[in-house]
């Protein structure tokens, strides 16, 4: 497993963009695969996306499919999801995720971060 901090979170306008951090430790982060979830009140905790250890796939939640990003810098053991054309619905905890690219469920979890959408 892999210690994860997540960042970067906050407030911000309908229409407005942020930009999450998720910061891992561990020598092997390059090799996992990694993936952003959130999770609002009284909701289950759903997908956002995933990228591979290579950063050469990607995938999308329906929900957010054109308007976030995932992005990863191995070589600064940080993955990024940049969030751009929030709305309101977006609003959730968001967390920050890894698995070894042998396993089905992601079994790292950071303590998550807060973003708000206001209308």
């Known amino acids: 497993q892999v210690q994860l901090v997540e960042s970067g979170g906050g407030l911000v306008q309908a229409g407005g963009s942020l930009r999450l951090s998720c910061a891992a430790s561990?020598?092997?982060?390059?090799?996992?695969?990694m993936g952003w979830f959130r999770q609002a009140p009284g909701k289950e905790r759903e997908f956002v996306a995933s990228?591979?250890?290579?950063?050469?796939?990607?995938v999308y939640a329906d929900s957010v499919e054109g308007r976030f990003t995932i992005s990863r810098d191995n070589a600064k053991n940080t993955v990024y999801l940049q969030m751009n054309s929030l709305k309101p619905e977006d609003t959730a905890v968001y967390y920050c995720?890894?698995?070894?690219?042998?396993?089905?469920?992601?079994?790292?979890w950071g303590q998550g971060t807060q973003v708000t959408v206001s209308s």
């Open positions: 995720a890894a698995r070894p690219p042998v396993v089905a469920d992601f079994d790292s």
């Open positions: 561990g020598r092997t982060f390059s090799r996992y695969v």
């Open positions: 990228i591979s250890w290579s950063g050469g796939t990607t």
